[in-house]
């Protein structure tokens, strides 16, 4: 750096002698800083660092794909012991990132842990591809660190989690039960009749993992199998919470709370004992509410729930998730096929699914700052974004064992919203694991 000259930098003397020589040393660094300019306009370092190529060297690809500032500082003690930040003062955004390819694959597979359900056991289905199988999620800015189960259930000793909401939340706990038994086998110690919700526990460390199915969170009659055939319309109330997961939240010290895709289907609305209105209901003389309508209701009811309930608990609100059909609906042929994850900019979101994150996060936002006075630990688990960039995840046709045995051109039923096990859903638990050691979500 040249410092700026100043007039009482130079030795002042009357005489002629000396004048000519402060001029001549003026001239003298004049020259000097025209020719350092020169020179380093003409030598430039480069601004981009070139990520290595899949297969190369681990440790090279988890630095490359930092940015320049983070490569200079992931050395230090300090970024090793909280790699969640990009500086010692500022959190990096866990949700916005890219998935890389990941040499070191799934915590477990179909044989390793038997709880996977049927429809998301896609190795054992016959799906033959494992690529998908090998990216990890990572945030722009920090590295994240993969689940450590050992770690989570020692800091969960004596603790319970529940996983409240409809199928997506049981696609999740399974996630999380299957690395967990790889350092702990648990043991399942309740299902209800349907095998939708369940419990089971880690003696060894009185660790209680639990998942509640309740599609809409709120009271309901609902008329469908379990192929997702509807015999009637769904009855929804909008004024009155699902008693079966509110009776049970206060045995909680975690929640991981979720709604979501149940809300586009069609439903009669009723308030104060009342019909109000419908979605979706064609040839029935109510109005036409929406699902937006009922969905920030239930968002509403959900929060001020939690905020008001009295329960100190850590409550993860998890957004929607998107699905990937293409070429038609899950009733009418659609399929997903895809077998690398999109890069940021080769998917938007759709209109539903922008719709339904939008209302999450007011309400999450509105919720918040009353969480905090009564002493809940409210936390927004956004997995939406990094979820649509993962259309290889999903069962397909394989949510059916040997689809394509005896005719491989068969005509099977798609799944494009579900995940396979092991498959991207496990990034969530890394995820979950760095916001309870870094956010303050530990108790």
């Known amino acids: 750096m040249v ?27 004049l020259v000097g800083l025209a020719f350092r300019l020169l020179v380093s306009d003409s030598i430039r370092l480069p601004s981009v660092v070139e990520k ?71 190795m054992k289905n016959g799906r033959s591809d494992s690529g998908y199988l090998y990216w990890r999620w990572n945030p722009r800015d920090c590295e994240l660190p993969r689940f450590n189960a050992d770690k989570f259930l020692h800091l969960m000793r004596n603790k319970s989690w529940g996983f ?24 399942e110690v309740y299902h209800d009749e349907e095998y939708r919700s369940k419990i089971w526990h880690f003696p060894s460390h009185n660790f209680t993992l639990s998942v509640i199915w309740t599609p809409f969170l709120l009271k309901a009659e609902i008329f469908e199998d379990m192929n997702g055939v509807a015999s009637s319309e769904i009855q929804l109330h909008l004024d009155k919470l699902d008693e079966k997961w509110t009776e049970q939240y206060k045995k909680f010290d975690y929640a991981v709370i979720a709604g979501g895709k149940w809300f586009l289907k069609t439903a009669i609305y009723h308030e104060n004992n009342t019909v109000t209105g419908c979605h979706y209901c064609p040839g029935k003389n109510f109005t036409e509410l929406g699902f937006d309508y009922a969905y920030r209701k239930a968002l509403q ?11 100190e608990a850590s409550v993860f609100i998890r957004t929607s998730t998107p ?31 922008r719709v339904m994150r939008d209302i999450e996060l007011e309400e999450f936002e509105k919720a918040t700052p009353l969480g905090s006075k009564n002493g809940v630990i409210l936390n927004l688990l956004d997995t939406t974004r990094l979820s649509l960039l993962r259309p290889d995840g999903h069962p ?6 040997q689809p394509f045995a005896e005719n491989k051109n068969a005509k099977v039923q798609n799944d494009c919203l579900h995940w396979c096990l092991p498959g991207p859903i496990d990034s969530w638990n890394d995820l979950i694991m760095e916001m309870i050691q870094h956010d303050g979500t530990h108790r």
């Open 396 to 401: 397909g046709p394989y949510r059916n064992v």
């Open 52 to 122: 290595p190529t899949f297969g190369e060297d681990k440790a090279e690809t988890s630095v490359a794909s930092q940015p320049i500032h983070q490569q200079q500082v992931s050395s230090s003690s300090d970024f090793q012991n909280n790699r969640s930040r990009t500086s010692q003062t500022e959190k990096c955004d866990l949700f916005i990132g890219d998935w890389i390819p990941d040499t070191s694959g799934p915590f477990y597979t179909n044989q390793s842990c038997l709880a996977i359900e049927g429809h998301q056991n896609c």
């Open 323 to 353: 699905d990937h059909f293409e070429n038609g609906e899950w009733f009418s042929g659609g399929t997903c096929n895809r077998t690398v994850p999109f890069k940021e900019g080769e998917v938007d979101m759709t209109d539903v699914d």
């Open 3 to 29: 410092k700026e000259l100043r007039s009482d930098s130079i030795p002042f003397s009357p005489t002629k002698h000396n004048h000519v020589f402060v001029k001549f040393a003026v001239s003298f660094l």
């Open 164 to 187: 409240i909401g409809d199928s997506i939340s049981r696609n999740h706990v399974q996630s999380l039960f299957c690395i967990l038994s790889q350092v702990e086998p648990g043991i």
């Open 301 to 311: 009811m959900i929060l001020q729930f939690i905020v008001n309930s009295g329960h």
